[in-house]
């Protein structure tokens, strides 16, 4: 099943997780163990990053296909377009689809390590929803999946624009968004009501980061657009000297989201969980994720 049929489908909210391939060698045992741990949240469907934060591209299909291995019944590379030309992205995707995936996240992508800024190859695409065009025209089979940004992209002039390029890449075809990472939920539902003013109708998959200590918040600002609540701020700040106390306060933080988010309608839960299995076994995250599954 691609992930739009699970997300048409399903009579409950679909938990997902994002994992981001080991950044050497010497993390793949690490990365295996976490991996093989998360088997048992059972998410719907797990993705995995190709590049993120300007890293090499290459190994997102192998570790694609080492998680099918352990047992994830739909696992979604991510596919972006960072130095990339259209021959190699026909070569990639055709890779991908021959490999039995039906499901991919198509994106522009960031920068590679080093750059400020985003260079198209001279035959490569500039946008992600040129990427989309791609992919539907050579693979109409495919469910696409697509970036939209609640707080928006940081190089757009404004949420408004933003907002028409997003539908600039359903109109090509993606069939789903999964949203950045956003602390206040007002944030998402503000977006989704935009989103639909806008006529983009796809299902929008809210992205939740439990947020484990002031430093990540930091470092993931650096590259991502969001507000952080001042009761959560006061709250890590008080904490700064216990790592486990502020792990506390934001994995509790997640929870609360994750309850409002489900109850304000979210067809799901997209978890950054950052190729980390312990926040996900805290038992009242397990617990409350197990309760969006109905279970
Ligand atoms: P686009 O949709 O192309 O948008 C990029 C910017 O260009 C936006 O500001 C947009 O408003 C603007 N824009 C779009 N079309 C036009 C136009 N026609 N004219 C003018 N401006 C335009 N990065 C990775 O490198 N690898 C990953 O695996 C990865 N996974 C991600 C998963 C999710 C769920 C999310 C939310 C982000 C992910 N990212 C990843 C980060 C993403 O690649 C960056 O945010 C990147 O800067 C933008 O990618 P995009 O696909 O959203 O680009």
């Not at 059972?42 to 300007?54: E, N």
């Not at 190699?88 to 490999?99: F, G, I, M, P, T």
């Not at 989201?257 to 076994?281: D, S, V, W």
């Amino acid at each position: 099943m691609t992930i739009i049929e699970k997300l048409q489908s399903a009579a409950r909210p679909l938990i997902s997780v994002e994992f981001f391939p080991p950044k050497a060698e010497a993390a793949q045992a690490a990365f295996d163990k976490e991996a093989a741990a998360l088997t048992s949240l059972r998410p719907d469907f797990v993705s995995v990053t190709c590049g993120a934060g300007g890293s090499d591209a290459g190994p997102t299909l192998e570790i694609a296909k080492q998680l099918l291995s352990f047992g994830y019944e739909t696992v979604m590379p991510h596919c972006t377009c960072v130095g990339s030309s259209r021959s190699e992205l026909e070569a990639r995707s055709d890779a991908l689809v021959a490999q039995g995936f039906k499901n991919v996240m198509a994106l522009r992508g960031d920068p590679p390590k080093g750059e400020r800024f985003f260079k198209p190859e001279p035959d490569g695409f500039r946008y992600a929803a040129e990427l989309v065009t791609f992919l539907r025209a050579r693979h109409p089979q495919l469910c696409i999946g697509v970036a939209g940004y609640p707080e928006k992209h940081p190089e757009a002039y404004n949420a408004a624009e933003d907002i028409r390029h997003l539908k600039e890449k359903v109109d090509a075809g993606a069939d789903f968004i999964t949203t950045q990472l956003f602390l206040h939920n007002h944030v998402y539902f503000d977006f989704v009501e935009k989103c639909r003013a806008a006529d983009i109708t796809v299902p929008i998959l809210p992205g939740l980061l439990p947020v484990i200590s002031l430093k990540q918040i930091k470092r993931m600002r650096t590259f991502c657009e969001f507000h952080v609540p001042s009761r959560l701020l006061y709250d890590l700040k008080n904490a700064q000297d216990d790592a486990e106390k502020m792990e506390r306060i934001g994995l509790y933080w997640a929870i609360e989201q994750i309850a409002e988010l489900i109850e304000g309608g979210a067809p799901g839960i997209h978890l950054y969980l950052l190729n980390r299995a312990k926040t996900a076994f805290y038992p009242e995250l397990f617990a409350c994720l197990s309760r969006v599954r109905g279970q």
